[in-house]
């Protein structure tokens, strides 16, 4: 910005600097302005000459007047007016202000030569105040201010001057001096006047700049600013809430009606708590809600809001409150999400050490129901066939047989049973159960079949998804009782996409969807989190290990199972199935292969197992059928038999689980130092789990428990085969 300090004109400052002081010129004018018509009637009042010349008196008036009002209307329009002020208008001031500088002056002169001394000295005195007035009045143009001064004083001071004497002409020179000495101090005035415009121009340039940059970091950034003035109720804030709301702008007036209305019903009482805190503080201390606010389609988003009181009244109370606002939906959506993944990630951890503990019971209960079943075919072995005895022992070996059924179930949550992996499709295994469903289903409720044609092939143990199937289809029977209602099987794709977005712990792959609803009692949200665990149920009469069961065929097929619930509407189970890019293999019809020729004469079977009870059965059950055991209690143990007489060892029957060298490690050393002999491995674990880590050595599988037929079976035809084919080959 240039300065001049003998006044302004448009060349010299900006069009912003130049149009503030024509607006200032224009305000301070308007009161000066009216001293002419006061002083003329001030001069028909006091003066004699003026009195006793009433028209002269009344034309100056007029003109005085007439000048006022023009004037007046000119500075008035300057006021008025709300963009840049033209240089003319400014070109008009100025010639306004002289000429009525002119025309006073020469009115001066004509008092002086016709009038009285009396009117002359009353229109000095006018004129020295107008003079002093112009100081305040037009005191930020200079250049102005010193030609309209010495409009005044010199006609006036030209009459002491003419008369001739000393006195008349000091009169004069003080008139001059007076006048010079008025101009001097407006010339302060002006320089004290622009030096404060420079200096709060610099302000509101620092102002605006800091506004500038402030609003560049905000536009940056995800941060909003409000101010919200609390009497009376005004909230102004910015574009960005309206805009992320749905909002015009011009119409989210969140104070038009009940300011809660935007906001969530939850979240409406810890608004409320937070505003009352905030007011109430005495420190302005910053204080933080977090709340949903309504958009325009009726969905939700989160914003965090901070803010402080920054204006009180005398007595103390909150006038105003500003702060910045952030939305943090995403944040939001993400810390939901990773609260999922934590508590999915605790729930993982949960089941794999139920997992570890229910596959570590089934295995130990195996190997007792294992001594348990070949205890009971020595006693039926013991008896005659038409004994009463033979029943009972009958009936428990059935239940013996039924609990190693349950521990199939707890060896099928722990991810050990077994299964035959082949690529099927889901739709074919749901109708040829169809039936076997329906029954299932009960009289009382319609089943439903929803299949999506040309649904992919899913890769698993076939009988596995079955039972999933008809588990899940008894549970949803079960659930709606004696009530006649629908049970929905429905069958769909989802995609990768889909799959990433709502199952992050799955493999990103499309899965195939089972969904089992039904319309039965529901399940609340402590049963929905419990209702996987083991031995957990709210049957009179369940074990607890259905859903536990189903939960681990699932996660070991890459898949996953929840569940969505209302109580007294109904659940609906969801699994879901990796897709599989094999091709389905076709059911083939085998002939039933003849047994391979045992071997005849009696065998020799080693037989190692940790536990005394299995050994001593098995042994005596060996030995009743004609052949020699040599029974041995850990895998040191056989390698030194095995050392010492290979020759007469015709099969080794090897458990997997035992303290020291286990199974698995007797198995390697034994193939290491004698690769012909053949081993038949033995677990209370499916023979999946085994052959994953015994493939290729071994010869055959027993299950644990087993009964004396299953046992002979397996060591002669394992013997048989061995020497028959001069091969090694897996038996089951």
Not at 181 to 206: G, H, M, P, Q
Not at 431 to 446: D, F
Not at 450 to 469: F, M, T, W
Not at 675 to 685: C, F, K, R
Request: net charge negative.
């Amino acid at each position: 910005m240039k300065q001049r300090s003998i006044g302004f004109q448009s060349a010299d400052l900006d069009q912003q600097d130049f149009t503030t002081a024509c607006k200032e010129l224009a305000l301070r004018a308007r009161p000066a302005i009216t001293a002419y018509p006061l002083t003329v009637v001030c001069l028909y009042l006091l003066g004699p000459y003026y009195n006793s010349q009433k028209a002269l008196t009344v034309v100056i008036f007029c003109l005085a007047l007439l000048t006022t009002i023009v004037r007046w209307k000119h500075a008035s329009s300057i006021l008025e007016i709300t963009g840049p002020i033209p240089v003319q208008w400014k070109r008009r001031f100025d010639f306004a202000t002289i000429a009525s500088g002119v025309a006073w002056g020469f009115l001066g002169l004509f008092t002086a030569l016709f009038a009285t001394p009396q009117d002359f000295i009353i229109l000095c005195i006018g004129t020295v105040t107008m003079g002093a007035g112009a100081i305040a009045s037009i005191g930020n143009d200079h250049r102005l201010y010193f030609i309209y001064v010495y409009s005044l004083s010199i006609p006036n001071a030209l009459p002491f001057f003419f008369k001739g004497r000393f006195e008349s002409s000091a009169i004069g020179i003080v008139g001059l001096i007076l006048a010079t000495v008025a101009s001097y101090l407006n010339w302060t005035y002006c320089r004290s006047f622009w030096t404060n415009l420079r200096l709060n121009r610099e302000k509101i340039d620092d102002v605006a700049s800091a506004r500038e940059r402030l609003e560049m970091v905000v536009a940056g950034s995800n941060l909003g600013t409000f101010d919200w003035q609390i009497s009376p109720l005004e909230l102004h804030i910015d574009q960005k809430c309206p805009k992320l709301l749905g909002y015009p702008p011009d119409k989210f007036a969140p104070f038009a009606g009940d300011i809660y209305s935007f906001v969530a019903p939850e979240d409406r009482k810890i608004l409320r708590e937070k505003l009352v805190a905030l007011l109430k503080c005495p420190e302005s201390k910053t204080h933080e809600v977090e709340v949903r606010l309504r958009a325009v389609d009726g969905t939700f988003r989160w914003f965090v809001f901070r803010g402080r009181v920054v204006q009180r009244d005398l007595s103390g109370r909150s006038q105003r409150v500003a702060g910045t606002y952030q939305d943090i939906t995403q944040e939001k959506v993400a810390q939901t999400r990773m609260e999922e993944l934590q508590r999915q990630i605790e729930e993982s951890e949960k089941l794999k050490t139920l997992g570890v503990l229910a596959g570590g019971v089934a295995h130990d209960f195996n190997n007792l129901l294992t001594a348990f079943v070949a205890n009971i075919e020595l006693a039926r072995m013991g008896i005659e066939e038409s004994d009463e005895a033979q029943q009972f022992l009958n009936e428990a070996k059935n239940s013996a047989l039924s609990a190693a059924e349950l521990c199939d179930q707890l060896l099928a949550y722990a991810g050990k049973g077994k299964y035959e992996i082949v690529p099927f499709s889901l739709n074919q295994a749901v109708g040829e159960l169809a039936h076997l469903l329906q029954v299932s289903a009960g009289k009382n409720h319609t089943l439903k079949l929803e299949l999506a044609k040309e649904l992919p092939n899913v890769e698993g143990d076939l009988s596995q998804i079955r039972q999933i199937i008809l588990n899940l289809l008894t549970n949803a029977a079960e659930s709606m009782g004696e009530k006649s209602g629908t049970i929905l099987i429905e069958t769909s794709v989802s995609k990768a996409d889909d799959i990433q977005a709502l199952h992050p712990d799955l493999t990103p792959n499309d899965y195939v969807h089972l969904v089992v609803k039904d319309e039965g009692c529901g399940m609340s949200s402590e049963v929905l989190e419990k209702m996987f665990d083991p031995f957990f149920t709210t049957k009179f009469t369940g074990r607890g290990l259905g859903l536990a069961s189903v939960l681990g065929i699932a996660k070991n097929h890459g898949g996953k199972i929840y569940a969505d619930s209302e109580v007294n509407v109904g659940t609906a189970f969801h699994v879901l199935l990796p897709v599989s890019k094999s091709t389905p293999l076709a059911v083939e019809t085998k002939a039933e292969q003849e047994s391979p020729e045992h071997r005849r004469g009696p065998l020799t079977v080693l037989l190692v197992d940790d536990e005394v009870s299995v050994r001593i059965v098995v042994k005596n059950l060996i030995e009743q059928a004609g052949h020699q055991a040599i029974a041995v209690s850990g895998g040191e143990q056989a390698l030194e038999m095995l050392t010492s007489d290979r020759k007469s060892i015709d099969l080794v029957l090897l458990d997997i689980i035992m303290p020291g060298m286990d199974g698995y490690a007797t198995l390697q050393a034994i193939k290491e130092n004698w690769p012909d002999l053949p081993v038949v491995l033995s677990s209370g674990y499916s023979e999946d789990n085994v052959f994953q880590r015994a493939q290729g050595q071994m010869q055959g599988f027993l299950k644990k428990p087993y009964s004396r037929a299953q046992l002979l079976e397996t060591v002669e035809s394992t013997v048989a085969g061995h020497y028959s084919e001069g091969k090694l080959r897996k038996t089951a």
